[in-house]
């Protein structure tokens, strides 16, 4: 990277080349501001009027080779041709955990990239490829500035997408209430979203592009980023349509405001604007709130869980108060446990009646024999969480009174592919057998990138189409992905071949084709070593060093004893010499 490229990377912005260039004209609209944003008019039922026509939300620059992809493939190779080996970074990534920065990212604290620190003109005493840090740092605020940009055009996109799709559904003769059902999951698909997020990312374009302009543009302009204007449209989600253009317009009107401040003040700010404009309906919204109470269970590292109770506020209150009054009433007595040990040890305890957290409910571990028995070293899985080690696994099973609790079922698969096998049947339900293997096999909801827990068993090719109720024509689905597959454009097929992963396509009424593979199980050739006989001599080479190692530290205290000896055998004698000289 020669120096006028270096001098570009430090003085030109991605949003004032994109402008210059001309290729986002109406897409990106980084010319907009947020006097010249018109808000769309409200109806006297508070919706905001559809746009008739999609085209001006969309622009034929984009699909050119001068276009916004074009400019991100740019830049993306001004960053991959900087000579920075992988190995290079792993070192100053291990420099920076030793040194305490915390930068995660591989950074010191001290510069970008390795760089030693800077001058107090600015300049980084380091360079990578011609490119000191000053240009580095220019080149990542210009990609976040683009990533803004980009994240604005999709919601113009996504917008201009559903109104397509409802013009379509309205001349098919789709009811109005059910027209834009599955715009959300084909959103998300191209994405690579699960379906519940493409849902939100839609309801969020809507809310930008024809109720918020100026927070819009502010995401385009790159002052906001994605993230930032999700929390203005969620902390304006309870006002009407005029109402919500209104606190934009309020938000937009110090241009400033948004500089150097975080997401709680942007919140604060946020709420405090729609409170003034409309205090009855934020207040009605808190009065409701509590409906969206639940309970939610995500993994964690290390094979922990995070178990998550969204309640009111007193009731959330008087929870932890009475889990602290019992922890510290424990600790009293002395109980060595931590606070927050015995906080969560009561609410296993508690919830479940039983001190260890076992109860009657079936939880699945799925593992090779091999895992159980023999204490091989392929991980076991837990459906609803994941991969968990082979010691956790056996460690579970082996605990006091725990064969008195969980119970052992064997499921035996394929050799080599891990595939489950089962029996065809001409019933139009899965039987508990089927619904257990299909549980087991597929783990979560199948729909590409769906990572939702399974609530529905349904046919790939549905049973009124004469598909079969087999484990091949089966899938594990959540509710919301087996209600959108039986929308009118949605085809699903099974491309798995014998002896292969259970594999399936889901094809949009767009046309668009997405793959969905079942995860390996434990003990399939995906999991094990290509080489076993290679990891097996790794091993024992390891055990042979592991034990010269113990041999020749025994033999070296061996031999600081024998000196300690020899010196004390001399240091005796010389005592000896000298009383027997004192006596003569």
């Given amino acids: 990277m020669d120096s006028s490229r270096n001098a570009s990377l430090k003085t030109a912005s991605v949003g004032g080349a994109l ?21 769309p008019a409200a109806t006297s039922s508070g919706t905001v009027r559809p746009v008739a026509d999609p085209s001006p939300l969309v622009s034929s620059a984009c699909t050119g080779s001068s276009g916004p992809a074009a400019r991100v493939r740019e830049l993306i190779g001004e960053v991959v041709s900087l000579p920075v080996r992988a190995g290079e970074a792993a070192r100053v990534g291990e420099v920076a955990r030793v040194g305490g920065t915390g930068n995660k990212g591989g950074v010191g604290a001290s510069g970008a990239a390795g760089t030693t ?73 191209a994405r690579r979203e699960s379906p519940a997020r493409g849902g939100r990312l839609l309801g969020l374009a809507r809310a930008l592009v024809t109720e918020m302009p100026h927070t819009l543009a502010a995401l385009e302009s790159g002052r906001l980023n994605e993230w930032r204007a999700t929390l203005l449209v969620r902390e304006t989600a309870c006002l009407s349509a005029a109402d919500r253009c209104a606190v934009d317009d309020e938000l937009a009107a110090d241009r400033g405001s948004f500089d150097g401040v975080g997401d709680r003040q942007l919140v604060a700010v946020a709420r405090a604007a729609a409170y003034r404009r409309d205090p009855r309906s934020v207040t009605q919204r808190a009065s409701h709130a509590a409906r969206d109470r639940h309970v939610s269970l995500r993994p964690a590292p290390d094979t922990m869980t995070y178990l998550t109770a969204l309640l009111p506020v007193a009731q959330g209150v008087a ?27 009561a609410l296993v305890e508690r919830t479940t009646g039983t001190p260890g957290g076992f109860s009657r409910i079936e939880v699945q571990l799925i593992m090779t024999d091999r895992t159980l028995l023999q204490g091989d070293s392929e991980p076991a899985r837990l459906p609803g969480y994941g991969i968990v080690p082979a010691g956790w696994a056996r460690d579970l099973l082996t605990q006091d009174k725990a064969e008195q609790q969980v119970w052992l079922r064997r499921l035996y698969t394929a050799p080599g592919t891990g595939e489950l096998v089962g029996v065809d049947s ?46 091949a024509n089966g899938a594990g689905l959540c509710e919301a992905c087996n209600h959108t597959k039986e929308l009118d454009g949605w085809r699903a097929r099974t491309v798995s071949a014998p002896g292969e992963r259970h594999a399936l396509t889901v094809t949009t009424p767009t046309g668009h084709t997405y793959h969905s593979t079942a995860p390996p199980l434990p ?26 190692r113990r041999r020749a530290q025994r033999a070296q205290q061996a031999q600081q004893v024998e000196q300690v000896e020899v010196a004390e055998r001399l240091e005796l004698a010389e005592k000896v010499a000298r009383a027997e000289l004192i006596l003569a």
């Fill in 19 to 39: 402008q210059r260039g001309g290729v986002l004209s109406t897409f990106l609209q980084p010319g907009t501001t947020p006097t010249d944003a018109t808000p």
């Fill in 523 to 548: 003990g399939s050739s995906h999991n094990t070593p290509p080489d076993d006989t290679s990891a097996q001599q790794r091993r024992a080479a390891r055990r042979t060093i592991k034990k010269e």
């Fill in 117 to 189: 620190g800077a001058s107090s003109a600015g300049s980084a005493a380091g360079a990578v490829g011609g490119v000191d840090g000053a240009g580095l740092v220019d080149l990542v605020a210009a990609l976040e500035e683009l990533k803004s940009a980009i994240a604005g055009a999709q919601a113009r996109a996504a917008v201009a997408f559903d109104l397509v799709q409802r013009q379509v559904q309205a001349a098919a003769g789709v009811p109005v209430v059910e027209q834009g059902r599955g715009v959300g999951a084909q959103l998300a698909l």
């Fill in 319 to 345: 929870v932890h108060a009475e889990l602290t009054r019992h922890a510290d009433t424990r600790r009293a007595i002395g109980d060595t446990r931590s606070r927050g040990q015995l906080m969560a040890d």
């Fill in 426 to 471: 001409r019933a139009r339900l899965f039987t508990t057998g089927q619904r257990r293997f299909l549980q087991a096999r597929d783990d979560l909801c199948r729909t590409p990138y769906c990572d939702a827990p399974i609530r529905h068993y349904d046919h790939i090719i549905p049973w009124h189409t004469n598909g079969p109720t087999t484990l």
